[in-house]
């Protein structure tokens, strides 16, 4: 999900200033709510753990450019269940801050518009979740078409915002049309592998059932809301 460099560059790159601006204002409400409900101990340690697994998630895993941007296994779905919203977002924003100032120093133009591609999929993500998961579930017991309809909104939201930011950056010439095809067409694939992670962290989580109430893990991981 990385934009590549030159992709929206000049003038345009204000807009990315915009959204990258109101996505930190979520951000922020998200973590004054954790750090109200959880408390602040338990929302850093979280984001810390959040930071650490996405940063290796970026620079570790494999990824491969693709068109427009990189194909990444980001597995948001996995981090907003175990972690929780707030913490989620701290570890993407700041692990992807970390990958960038120590192994891609291109990429850091492009900060603001990759935050953007990552938060705000993220935060609808949070708001299907309520719709989908009923309020006594807890995420360990979710089942795989909850867990992809999760991995769908990030992912699809994801593939929405790169193509937004090539589109809007290069145009709708055919050559920038197949570049942005060929990303979507392999990030989409994602949403496949995605909710089979997910369920296998979960059957993990619920087989160490010792962790719940665990400061470190979002308490809906183990407790109905």
Not at 34 to 54: E, F, H, M, P, Q
Not at 84 to 111: E, K, M, N, S
Not at 189 to 210: F, G, M, Q, R
Request: one cysteine or more; glycine letters at 8%; aromatic letters at 10%.
């Amino acid at each position: 999900m990385h934009i590549e460099p030159g992709i929206v560059s000049g003038a345009k790159m204000v807009l990315s200033y915009g959204t990258a601006t109101v996505a930190f204002g979520l951000l922020s409400k998200a973590v004054l709510d954790t750090v109200n409900k959880d408390g602040v101990i338990s929302t850093a340690l979280r984001g810390v753990i959040a930071s650490v697994l996405v940063f290796c998630f970026f620079q570790v895993l494999p990824h491969h450019p693709v068109g427009v941007s990189e194909v990444h296994f980001i597995l948001g779905s996995t981090l907003f269940l175990m972690f929780g919203l707030a913490p989620a977002a701290i570890g993407l924003v700041v692990g992807l801050g970390i990958q960038g100032l120590l192994f891609a120093p291109t990429d850091l133009p492009q900060f603001a518009m990759n935050i953007t591609t990552l938060l705000v999929p993220l935060f609808a993500m949070s708001v299907i979740a309520k719709k989908i998961i009923p309020e006594r579930t807890r995420y360990v017991d979710i089942q795989y078409s909850q867990a992809l309809s999760l991995s769908v909104v990030f992912q699809g939201g994801i593939v929405t915002w790169v193509a937004f930011w090539a589109f809007y950056g290069q145009g709708f010439g055919a050559e920038n049309l197949a570049s942005v095809g060929s990303f979507s067409v392999a990030y989409m694939s994602v949403i496949v592998i995605e909710p089979i992670l997910d369920l296998a962290v979960l059957a993990v989580a619920k087989w160490t059932d010792k962790l719940q109430g665990s400061s470190l893990l979002e308490k809906r991981l183990y407790s109905a809301a």
